[in-house]
């Protein structure tokens, strides 16, 4: 499985992103799919998961009520609709796949496979 994130850059405070994960793999419709995101001198945390079908989805606290995630699976593509952009929110993202389950993961060690990731920074 291989993923590509895109649509990350520079966006200043209160604006909006829209991050794309597009992945590889005949069965993309029953991973599960979450984004992370790891600023510098940070550990990588916990954002946005989603479950196989797109009806179960977890956020972290700190995104809740601003950040979207979503699925397309007939396209193989996960989103992150990020509004009210923070300068907190700078780092950088990655997309990972879980193909042992299609259930909604918030920890990293559940997932399988991970994208190369993609920059976000939010200027004040």
């Known amino acids: 499985v291989q993923l590509v994130e895109s649509g990350g850059g520079l966006v200043q405070a209160g604006g909006s992103l829209r991050l794309s994960c597009a992945a590889s793999?005949?069965?993309?419709?029953?991973?599960?799919m979450g984004w992370f995101r790891q600023a510098p001198g940070k550990e990588r945390e916990f954002v946005a998961g989603i479950s196989w079908s797109g009806g179960n989805t977890l956020y972290a606290d700190s995104v809740k009520g601003r950040f979207t995630i979503s699925r397309d699976n007939a396209k193989n593509t996960v989103y992150l609709q990020m509004n009210s952009l923070k300068p907190e929110d700078t780092a950088v993202y990655y997309c990972a796949a879980s193909v042992t389950t299609g259930r909604v993961l918030t920890s990293g060690a559940g997932y399988d496979y991970w994208g190369q990731g993609t920059q976000v920074t939010v200027s004040s």
């Open positions: 793999g005949r069965t993309f419709g029953s991973y599960a």
